[in-house]
């Protein structure tokens, strides 16, 4: 283990934000990932292709394919994670964006766009992206 005191010593701050390289972040959050439940079954379904590769013998598994490469390129873990009617009762710029044809679902707004706004997919979800949206505002 390496002591935080090391660490720090290391690291610039700025405003009391701390400075980290790009490479370091994704160390950390690689490291966070492999703490978080994942259902592998489910992930595979969502993603084809990897169940695939994994036939062929070119990966370990669908857990070590979402941390390292998945969760970097926005993979859905298992599509459970979105409620329609729960995204578009919260979201009524996107219920009025639906209804008018915009988007023909609120989960296709949520893939394409609402994802990246930090908007949460479900109750269950929010407080993960409430904390997320409080780190990005810092």
Known sequence: ????????????????????????????????????????????????????A?????????HDHFIQVGFFEGRDTDGKEFDEKWYLKNNPDVAASVLRGEWTNGKMHWLNVGRAELRAPSKTLEPVYDTWRGFCAA
Do not use: Q, W
């Open 54 to 62: 994994i036939h062929r013998g070119e990966l370990k598994n669908g």
């Open 1 to 52: 283990m390496i002591l935080y005191s090391s660490v720090k010593r290391l690291t610039k701050t700025e405003n009391g934000k701390v400075l980290i390289p790009e490479d370091v972040f994704k160390f950390l959050i690689t490291a966070y990932l492999k703490t978080v439940p994942f259902d592998e079954a489910a992930y595979l379904r969502a993603n084809p292709d990897v169940d695939a």
